[in-house]
C-alpha cells in the first residue's frame, strides 16, 4: 500500500514536469490514441480483405454485399424454418419465390433443412442464399405481393407497388417485399445487412445499369485491399508522431528539471555542500538521464497500449464472445511473473544508484588529487576500489536485468498455452466452424494482444527503477537551504558604513567556533584577523558573507542586521580573494569579467592592469584569449592570485575580504601580489587574514583571535607593547 501511494505520488510528479508544454502533450495523447486503435482497425481490414479475396462457397463476398443488394448468409436467421415456409407456400410471395427454385434445388434445401443443425446450418444458409439472391434479379414478385391482401407492407414497399417498377428498381422492390414478408428470417439491420446500407443511397448511384455494379464491386474490392496499407500507414504515421511529440516534451520537461535542480544546488547553504561529497552530487544529475529514458518510453507506453488493448478485446468480445472468454482466461496467470519479479527491481535498484554513486565519488576524488596519487603511487589502490564498486553495481545491474527480462519469457508460454487452448476449442467444439477470414482475424488479435500487455507489464519495472534511481534527486529538490532570503528584504548601502560582529555564537555542528565575538570594523579601515589554525578567523568571515548563520548574536552593515538582506545584495558588496584561487577552464579575460559579468573590454584590461597582470597575460600567445585549463593549470601560483585580484578590482565593492592572499606564494611573488593589494585596498573596508604578519603591520587594526575569542585587538605597536599572544605569534614567526 505504501509502495503504491509513492508510486502515485512519483507519478504526479513526472506529469507535473510536463505542464509548461501542454500543447504537444496533448498532440501526442491523441496521436497515441489513433496508434493503438490502428490495431484493432488493422485486423479487421486483414478480416475483410481474406473474405473478399477468398470467399466462402456459395456465400457472396463482403465487397459484393456492398456493390450490390444481395443476401449474405450471416444475414439468414431460421434458415430450416424458412424454407418449411417457402416449400408449404401459405402466400402469393413464398408460393412465387418457391416457385423459381428448380427441382434439384429444392430437394437439396429440403434436404439440408431437415438436418441436425450442428452439421447442416452453414451450408443451409449459403445455398438459400444463392438461391434467394438469384429470385432478387430475376423474379417479379410485385404481383404476388399486391395480390396478398392479408400483408402489411412498408411504405417504401407500397410506394414502389404502387409504381409498377422495372430493372434496378424491381430488385430493390424484391428484397423489400421479401424483407417485410420474412422478417424473421432476414436480418434488417442496417450495419449487417449489405443491402439495408445499400438502400439509403440514391437509385442512380446504387443501381443505374448492370455495368456499373460490376465496376463498383471492382473498385470496392480494391479500396478493401489498400485498406491494410493505408491502415498500417495510419498506424506508422501516429506511432511516429507519438513518440517523436512525447519525447519533444519529455526532453524538455527533463532538461528544465536538471537546470532547476542544479540552481537549487547553488541555491543551498554551504553547510550543505561541505556535508556532501561532489562526486554524489554529480551522480544524482546525471541520474536523471534513467528518467528521461523512462518518460519518453512509458508515457508512449501508457496512452497507446491501453487503448490497443481495449480495441482489440473489444474486437474479440464482438467478433466471438465465448471463445474470447476462453482464450482471455489465461491472461491473468501471464502477470503472476511480473508480480513476483517486481519487488526485486526497486530494491536492487536503488542498491545500483548507492553503487553509482560510490563510482562517482572515486571518480571525482581520483582526478582532483592525482597529483597525490601520483606522488604516493596509490594507482592500484584507487583502481582496486573503483573496480569493486563498479562490480556491486555490475551485480545489481545484471539482478534488475534478469528481474525485467525474465517474466516476458514466462509470459509467452502461458499465452502460447492460451492458444492452444484455442485451438483445442476450435477442433472439438460443436457447431460448424470459422471461417479462414474469422480465424485469422481471431489469431492475429490475441498475438497482437500480448504485446501491449507485455509492455504495461514492463512498464511497472521501468517504473520501479526510475524511481529508485531518481528518489535522491527530488530529495534533494525539496531540501530547503538553511540560508533563506526574508520575505521584504531590506534594501543595503555598504559604502562609507561600519561593520558590526555583536555577540556572535557559532558552532559547526557540536563543535564550537566562535565564542560571544564583539567587534566593530570602521568604515574604510583594513583590520587584520590573526591567530592559530581554527581559531575561528575564516568562520567570520563566512558569517559576513553570510555562508552560515550564527546560532547567537548578529552580524550588521551599517546598523542593518544581515539576515534582513537579500544574500545577492550582500555579496553584490563584498569581493573576496582567497588563498585558494579558483579560477575555471575558460578564457583569462572570461576569469576576470566573472567579477561583473558582461564587462567590456577596456574594463577588464584595467583592473589586469591594477592587478599588475597585464605584463604576464600578454606575454601569452592568445593573451587574455589564454585558457587557463582546469582550476587555472596552466597558470603559475602568483599568476592565479593576480587574476583573482583583478577580478575583485572589476568588481568594485565597497567591502573587500582577503583570506591568506599571500600564504603560498614565495617571495617574488608575494611582493608584487601584495602591491596589487595595496592598490586595491585604497577606500574600501578590508578583513584580512594573514599567517604571515609581516604583511599585516601597516593594518588599522590588529585582531588576535584564540579558541574563538577575541584575546587582543590594536595596532602592530600595541600589541606587541602588550608582550601577549601577537607578542608570541610574531617572534615565533620571527625566528622561523
Not at 448492370?210 to 506511432?239: D, F, N, Q
Not at 567587534?519 to 558573507?545: P, Y
Not at 579560477?583 to 584590461?605: H, K, S, V, Y
Not at 568588481?651 to 601580489?673: F, G, Q, R, W, Y
Request: proline share 4%; glycine share 8%; with cysteine.
Amino acid at each position: 500500500m505504501v509502495t503504491s501511494v509513492k508510486t502515485i505520488a512519483f507519478w504526479k510528479t513526472v506529469v507535473g514536469l510536463t505542464r509548461p508544454y501542454r500543447f504537444r502533450l496533448s498532440l501526442a495523447i491523441g496521436c497515441g490514441i489513433l496508434a493503438g486503435l490502428s490495431n484493432s482497425m488493422l485486423i479487421v481490414s486483414v478480416k475483410v480483405v481474406i473474405e473478399t479475396l477468398f470467399p466462402q462457397p456459395d456465400a457472396p463476398s463482403f465487397a459484393q454485399s456492398l456493390g450490390s443488394p444481395l443476401i449474405a448468409a450471416v444475414e439468414l436467421r431460421e434458415a430450416p424454418a424458412l424454407v418449411t415456409r417457402l416449400a408449404l407456400g401459405p402466400d402469393p410471395v413464398a408460393q412465387a419465390v418457391w416457385q423459381q427454385f428448380g427441382a434439384d434445388e429444392q430437394a437439396k434445401l429440403r434436404q439440408l433443412a431437415a438436418t441436425p443443425v450442428s452439421e447442416g446450418t452453414n451450408q443451409l444458409r449459403g445455398v438459400l442464399a444463392a438461391d434467394l439472391n438469384r429470385v432478387l434479379r430475376t423474379a417479379d414478385l410485385g404481383a404476388p405481393a399486391a395480390a396478398w391482401s392479408g400483408a402489411k407492407w412498408g411504405k417504401a414497399t407500397e410506394a414502389l407497388l404502387a409504381e409498377h417498377p422495372v430493372g434496378p428498381a424491381r430488385v430493390r422492390l424484391n428484397r423489400w417485399i421479401m424483407e417485410d414478408a420474412f422478417a424473421g428470417a432476414l436480418d434488417r439491420n442496417p450495419k449487417v445487412s449489405g443491402l439495408g446500407f445499400i438502400r439509403g443511397l440514391s437509385d442512380h448511384a446504387l443501381l443505374a445499369t448492370e455495368e456499373w455494379e460490376v465496376r463498383g464491386s471492382l473498385r470496392l474490392t480494391l479500396l478493401i485491399i489498400a485498406s491494410v496499407p493505408l491502415t498500417m500507414l495510419l498506424r506508422g504515421l501516429m506511432t511516429y508522431l507519438n513518440i517523436y511529440l512525447m519525447n519533444w516534451v519529455c526532453l524538455r520537461a527533463i532538461n528544465d528539471l536538471r537546470a532547476r535542480l542544479f540552481g537549487h544546488l547553488l541555491g543551498l547553504s554551504s553547510s550543505f555542500f561541505s556535508d556532501t561529497n561532489t562526486g554524489t552530487l554529480m551522480s544524482q544529475l546525471n541520474a536523471l538521464n534513467a528518467l528521461q529514458t523512462m518518460m519518453g518510453n512509458s508515457l508512449v507506453v501508457l496512452i497507446r497500449e491501453p487503448v490497443s488493448i481495449l480495441g482489440l478485446v473489444g474486437y474479440l468480445a464482438y467478433a466471438q464472445p465465448q471463445l474470447s472468454l476462453v482464450t482471455l482466461t489465461v491472461f491473468p496467470l501471464t502477470m503472476v511473473p511480473f508480480a513476483i519479479y517486481a519487488r526485486k527491481v526497486r530494491r536492487s535498484a536503488k542498491a545500483m544508484q548507492q553503487q553509482q554513486n560510490e563510482q562517482s565519488k572515486i571518480i571525482h576524488e581520483a582526478f582532483t588529487g592525482y597529483r597525490i596519487i601520483k606522488a604516493f603511487n596509490l594507482e592500484d589502490t584507487v583502481r582496486t576500489e573503483f573496480e569493486t564498486a563498479g562490480q556491486v553495481s555490475l551485480n545489481h545491474q545484471m539482478r534488475v536485468l534478469r528481474a525485467a527480462e525474465l517474466p516476458g519469457p514466462l509470459m509467452e508460454f502461458l499465452g502460447s498455452v492460451g492458444i492452444g487452448v484455442f485451438f483445442a476449442y476450435i477442433r472439438f467444439r460443436a457447431g460448424g466452424v470459422m471461417t479462414p477470414g474469422d480465424l485469422l482475424s481471431f489469431v492475429g488479435a490475441v498475438f497482437m494482444l500480448y504485446q501491449p500487455i507485455k509492455a504495461l507489464l514492463r512498464l511497472h519495472s521501468q517504473l520501479e527503477q526510475a524511481q529508485a534511481t531518481t528518489e535522491a534527486g527530488f530529495q534533494l529538490l525539496a531540501m530547503q537551504s538553511a540560508i533563506s532570503d526574508p520575505a521584504q528584504p531590506q534594501p543595503l548601502v555598504a559604502a562609507g558604513q561600519d561593520i558590526e560582529f555583536d555577540h556572535l555564537t557559532f558552532s559547526y555542528g557540536s563543535r564550537p567556533v566562535l565564542r560571544d565575538i564583539t567587534l566593530r570594523i570602521r568604515a574604510g579601515q583594513m583590520v587584520a584577523l590573526v591567530g592559530a589554525s581554527g581559531s575561528g578567523k575564516t568562520t567570520l568571515t563566512n558569517l559576513l558573507m553570510r555562508f552560515y548563520d550564527p546560532q547567537a548574536g548578529a552580524v550588521r552593515i551599517g546598523g542593518v542586521d544581515i539576515r534582513a538582506v537579500a544574500a545577492r545584495d550582500l555579496r553584490r558588496q563584498i569581493a573576496v580573494v582567497l588563498q585558494e584561487t579558483i579560477l575555471f577552464n575558460d578564457t583569462i579575460g572570461r576569469n576576470i569579467a566573472l567579477g561583473r559579468p558582461g564587462a567590456r573590454p577596456a574594463e577588464i584590461l584595467a583592473a589586469a592592469r591594477h592587478a599588475h597582470a597585464h605584463d604576464f597575460i600578454m606575454e601569452k600567445p592568445a593573451g587574455y584569449d589564454t585558457v587557463v585549463g582546469e582550476r587555472g593549470v596552466a597558470l603559475s601560483g602568483g599568476q592565479r592570485q593576480r587574476l583573482a585580484i583583478a577580478r575583485a578590482v572589476i568588481k568594485d565593492a565597497p567591502i573587500l575580504i582577503l583570506d591568506e592572499a599571500t600564504n603560498a606564494l614565495d617571495t617574488e611573488s608575494e611582493h608584487i601580489v601584495q602591491a596589487a593589494l595595496e592598490e586595491l585596498m585604497v577606500g574600501r573596508t578590508t578583513i584580512c587574514i594573514a599567517h604571515r604578519l609581516a604583511t599585516i603591520q601597516r593594518a588599522d587594526v590588529i585582531v588576535v583571535l584564540d579558541q574563538g575569542r577575541i584575546v587582543e585587538q590594536g595596532t602592530h605597536r600595541e600589541l606587541l607593547a602588550l608582550n601577549g599572544a601577537y607578542r608570541r605569534l610574531y617572534e615565533r614567526q620571527f625566528q622561523e
